[in-house]
């Protein structure tokens, strides 16, 4: 092979690795563009993320402060619930206190009777009843009534004619119920039905 035929040859492959250069430095470029692009959209995205983590850290934060806040309000009211539940009641037994108080004062002197100081003790008794009944209290009495066990316990039977058998006759202790719950049934003689003797013994009350 001749000089000029191995020069162009030469020539011909330096040619053919500037173009493949070129080529490679291209795609390079088109390879770190597009790197530097995708990580400049992963470093948005990270800051986007980071923020957006800090934003809900701090809300986080913020509503365990409220809701320490409203916990220690709820102990709070629980608290004062506690000490003064019966706050309400205690002011209306006040103008009770004071209606017996001025009743001992009018019992010592010397004008007094016994009519005024019962006046007197069925007035107050009243107020304390209006009182009672202001927080849910009412009371049992239920003579002429028919007998109910919910409310009513029977100390004993008595034998009567004149009103239907499981009628309350008598009470004995009146009873209260609290809000619709029995706190103390009242103590009731019930009437019964006359027996008529057998062998000349009158059955006993039970």
């Not at 470093?43 to 923020?51: G, T, V």
């Not at 800090?54 to 619930?81: F, G, I, P, Q, V």
Request: zero cysteines.
């Amino acid at each position: 092979m001749s000089d000029n035929k191995v020069q162009d040859e030469v020539e011909k492959q330096v040619a053919a690795d500037e173009v493949t250069t070129e080529v490679q430095e291209e795609v390079v470029g088109e390879f770190v563009d597009e790197a530097q692009s995708e990580l400049a959209s992963l470093k948005e995205a990270l800051d986007k993320a980071e923020a957006k983590a800090t934003e809900n850290y701090e809300l986080a934060l913020r509503t365990k402060a409220d809701l320490e806040n409203s916990k220690r309000r709820m102990e709070k009211d629980l608290s004062n619930a506690h000490k003064f539940s019966i706050e309400k009641f205690a002011g209306e037994l006040l103008p009770v206190i004071d209606s017996l108080e001025m009743g001992l004062q009018a019992a010592q002197d010397e004008s007094a009777t016994i009519e005024k100081f019962r006046e007197g003790s069925e007035m107050t008794l009243k107020m304390f009843l209006a009182a009672i009944e202001k927080s849910g209290v009412e009371v049992i009495n239920p003579e002429g009534e028919k007998f109910n066990p919910e409310k009513h316990q029977a100390m004993s039977m008595q034998e009567n004619n004149d009103v239907e058998p499981n009628t309350v006759l008598i009470v004995v202790q009146k009873g209260y119920v609290l809000n619709g719950r029995v706190m103390r049934p009242a103590m009731v003689i019930v009437s019964k039905a006359a027996a008529a003797p057998k062998n000349g013994q009158v059955d006993e009350m039970v």
